[in-house]
């Protein structure tokens, strides 16, 4: 258990209350919007989707009591929790929101909007707005714009990506080519969006990881560089990034990637991990051994965030050895 953070907040996948499975992909697609856009504030820290999803487990959000708001936020170190519901009918949609102060052990601000999914981009602003105001966050000019920006316009591509980072993470061939098909309609649909590209890009990087096909490792590589280019702000695709680049050998190029992921992600475990990573397979295969401290305190980072991820552990055994 951490005490929470004085400015951070954690977004737990929003309920599909009416049960329709063919709405269920708006559960993940909802919280990684509110995610991607509350990390363009810089007077907040958010707490990666997949700890939250760790250390929620099989619990649905809408059957938790304060004593368990309470008991996961400070298992996540984060001072506020965002969660809520969504009912769709057709095309219409109601969404309902709820900020919880872990510090207060209350419910600050609940938002309840309706209208068309046509709308849902402009739904998800008015949450992060109402947000914004109920947790007197400071917000600079371009910030309110970055956040204004949505990472598609294209309604059919959001449902792809989102339908595609929920089963990216499903190790299971079939999943991983249902996913990558995915992406790439969401990309066909529109060629600049850039959180399709990364997690294309991760999806590769993953893939590479069971097969060590260098084809994988290539196009992991090209869409993740996309997907920067797209969007330099963006967190998600410097991690896999540091990783890909340096199971290329391309230490440097890693080393300057994880350093950006952990600036933009701080709060991320993998970050920190795929930097020390890169840090450590360079002092093995160069023999360079300036860079393995930093490894250190980057795995210190992630056995803080992250206490039972026990390759952060491992690692750190072997760099003191």
Known sequence: TREPAELSVAVIDFTNITGDPIAEWLSGGIAETLSVDLKKLSSLKVVGRRRVQEALGSVVATHLGEEELLELGRDLGARWLLWGGFQKFGEAI?????????????????????GSMS????????????LIGALD????????????????EDLEAYEYCAKARELVYNLEP??????????QRAIELDPEYALAYSSLGQLYSMRFIATTDAGDLA??????QRAVSLDPELGDPYCWLTYSYARDGRYEEAIASGRRAVELEA????????LAVALW??????????????????LRS????????????????????
């Open 219 to 224: 196009k992991a590589i090209e869409s993740l």
């Open 281 to 298: 397979l360079q002092g093995l295969d160069r023999f360079r051994m300036e860079g393995l401290p930093e490894a250190l305190e980057r």
């Open 267 to 274: 709060d991320n475990p993998q970050s920190h991990y795929f």
């Open 137 to 152: 966050l400071e917000v600079s000019e371009s910030e309110v714009l970055e956040i204004e920006r949505p990472e598609t």
């Open 174 to 183: 079939a999943a991983m080519q249902e996913a990558a098909g995915y992406l």
């Open 302 to 321: 992630v056995t803080r965030l992250a206490p039972r991820y026990q390759p952060g552990h491992q690692i750190q055994a072997g760099i003191y050895l």
């Open 94 to 114: 109601r969404l309902t929101a709820h900020a919880f102060d872990v510090a207060s052990v209350s419910t600050v601000e609940t938002i309840k909007l309706d």
């Open 119 to 130: 709308d849902i981009f402009a739904l998800q602003d008015q949450i992060l707005k109402g």
